[in-house]
């Protein structure tokens, strides 16, 4: 066993601002083909990390540097992922990254793609954040501004309490809105 302080004090380091654990059984509900076992039947424990896209972007007229900031942050985040397995590797366990992209599945009627496993479902069962009104994963502390990475190991690593409470009005829709 590893401790989950030893993970979240070498992800900060590596540059996550966030970095939460989950246990295998808290998916349960994983719809089937997107359970973590499915990817990796040995899985114990799901590792889920954020870094966080500064705002001020959102505030301008050109698209451009949060079009940028967006790719530089996903690039970083999984960077993060792929460290942490390669670590997690090197002290003896299997792990695996979870990468946003390339997604493995089409939705024709949808027209999105999908990854192997949902990062946002991976990140809310880590404790991460809650998913809000507008389907993302909402962090406390950063709201939707970030991007997520995942890992998932055959390492038991003591889980995170899911984040319950939202933090938003029934009347509030500002996230809808934006």
């Keep these: 066993m590893i401790s989950s ?9 590596i540059g996550a601002d ?12 994983a719809p089937k083909g997107f359970h973590p076992t499915d990817v990796l039947k040995e899985t114990k424990s799901v590792i889920a990390v954020a870094c966080r896209i500064p705002k001020t972007p959102l505030f301008i007229d050109s ?9 530089l942050s996903l690039s970083k985040v999984s960077q993060i992922s792929l460290s942490i397995a390669l670590y997690l590797e090197q002290l003896g366990f299997r792990a695996v990254m979870i990468p946003s992209v390339p997604y493995d599945y089409w ?12 990062l946002k479902h991976l990140g809310y069962k880590a404790g991460l954040g809650y998913i809000g009104k507008n389907s993302l994963l909402c962090n ?3 709201g939707n ?6 890992v998932i190991t055959d390492a038991i ?3 995170d309490k899911i984040v319950d409470s939202v933090s938003c009005s029934d009347s509030c829709n500002l996230c809808i809105e934006s």
Aim: glycine share 10%; hydrophobic share 35%.
């Design 5 to 13: 302080d030893n993970i979240k004090d070498y992800a900060s380091h």
């Design 18 to 29: 966030l970095c939460g654990m989950a246990s295998v059984d808290s998916f349960y509900d």
């Design 63 to 71: 698209p451009s540097p949060y079009t940028a900031i967006e790719g």
């Design 107 to 118: 939705d024709a009627e949808t027209k999105t793609g999908k990854g192997i496993l949902s």
């Design 140 to 142: 406390a502390k950063y």
């Design 145 to 150: 501004l970030i991007k997520l990475g995942a």
């Design 157 to 159: 690593i003591a889980p």
